[in-house]
């Protein structure tokens, strides 16, 4: 392949994120002697506190009802996993893709999109709050590791993987990298990568988190045509297989086909479409890694069965009803008297409604709300309101 770059190795080609046209970070840092400037973004990620405590936060199940289902940590492994596979196929940069894959729930609630949706009602007269904004907010501002500036200082490519989607009017606010929201460029492919892969890790490991909780069975997935085709398959070749392993066999089987259409479908795309830089990337009319269009419509159609039959699910809706008002009793008790809250964010919402008004006491309060873990933001709501909470 004409003009590929070899680190490692591994081979890099002209439309993938090259560390020599990196837009580089927000402070100036020395460069690393034996780590790429993308291997340092996934090393940062890796080591900060919103990266851990990524293990006690939902997807769909609250931590505390068992230990087998996924939770944000063991989503954002998967997603990285499936997306750093396809980059080494597309000949993108791995350590960028999985470091945007890793980071793209830091800013994630307690209770999963339960959370989200709470925390957005409480704060829709003060700017809203969006999960995706509040990761990019966590490696910039929140994090605090190093002495020479605040968050993890990511590179300008990292950053723009985390940051999915924004609206004109957050896009304004954000400088260089919200340019391509209001001049709808796209992201570069590493970022395009990490977003598909979220999307196929979800939609396939919670048909297995579904099942292991008996919110549906196998016989219900009979009509979804990609779970329908391996299901036959499976069941064609291995006719006496127990059935939680014939269920990871259809499982690995459903993640296989559509990886392996991403990387054909992009990669004719790419081909077609001649881009020899990110910045032909960015400036390309659509997005170039996609699914084709009929696998997409059956990853569609499984992704509409998960919403009618898990996600509404009459036991996970009892479960979002109670997170979400946790999270808003949680939010309205500090909102109203910051004092309950420790003294660090105390100061700190004092001094963001200083400058910013109720908006910034607010926005401190959703930084310390978003930053639970499931299991802390139950403790919490028992300390404020169970009279025999500890303090």
Not at 161 to 190: D, M, T, W
Not at 289 to 304: C, E, G, N, Q, T
């Amino acid at each position: 392949m004409s003009g590929v770059m070899i680190t490692g190795e591994r081979f890099v080609a002209p439309y993938a994120a090259r560390r020599e046209t990196s837009r580089g970070r927000r402070y100036p840092e020395p460069v690393s002697e034996h780590r790429t400037e993308y291997q340092r973004d996934r090393d940062r990620v890796i080591h900060s506190n919103a990266f851990r405590r990524l293990v006690y936060k939902t997807q769909v199940f609250v931590n505390h009802e068992g230990d087998l289902y996924r939770t944000r940590l063991t989503h954002s492994m998967e997603v990285a996993q499936i997306a750093r596979s396809i980059a080494r196929a597309l000949h993108l940069d791995e350590d960028l893709t999985e470091a945007v894959s890793l980071a793209h729930d830091l800013g994630h609630t307690p209770f999963g999109h339960a959370g989200q949706d709470a925390l957005n009602a409480c704060m829709r007269e003060y700017g809203g709050f969006e999960h995706n904004l509040q990761s990019l907010r966590v490696v910039d501002e929140i994090e605090e590791r190093y002495a020479d500036f605040p968050g993890l200082n990511l590179t300008f490519e990292a950053r723009e993987g985390i940051l999915k989607h924004c609206s004109v009017n957050n896009a304004r606010q954000l400088g260089e990298l919200g340019e391509r929201f209001i001049e709808r460029r796209q992201p570069g492919l590493e970022a395009q990568l990490a977003n598909l892969a979220d999307e196929i890790a979800y939609n396939n490991h919670d048909v297995d988190d579904g099942l292991r909780a008996g919110l549906i069975a196998i016989e219900d997935l009979r009509d979804v045509r990609l779970f329908a085709r391996h299901h036959d398959a499976v069941r064609a070749a291995y006719p006496e297989l127990a059935s939680r392993r014939m269920v990871h066999e259809i499982i690995r089987r459903m993640i296989n086909e559509v990886v392996l259409d991403v990387i054909d479908t992009s990669g004719e795309r790419i081909a077609r479409t001649g881009v020899a830089s990110i910045d032909d990337v960015r400036n390309a009319d659509g997005q170039l890694v996609m699914m084709s269009a009929a696998v997409h419509a059956d990853h569609i159609a499984l992704k509409r069965f998960l919403g009618e039959h898990v996600y509404r699910h009459y036991r996970v809706l009892r479960m979002t009803a109670k997170a979400q008002r946790v999270l808003k009793e949680l939010f309205d008790a500090l909102f109203d008297d910051v004092r309950l809250l420790p003294e660090e964010y105390a100061d700190n919402a004092r001094a963001a409604e200083a400058e910013q008004g109720k908006a910034g006491r607010a926005r401190a309060v959703a930084d310390y709300v978003a930053g639970m873990t499931d299991r802390f933001a139950m403790l919490e709501h028992r300390r404020l309101f169970d009279p025999g909470g500890r303090t």
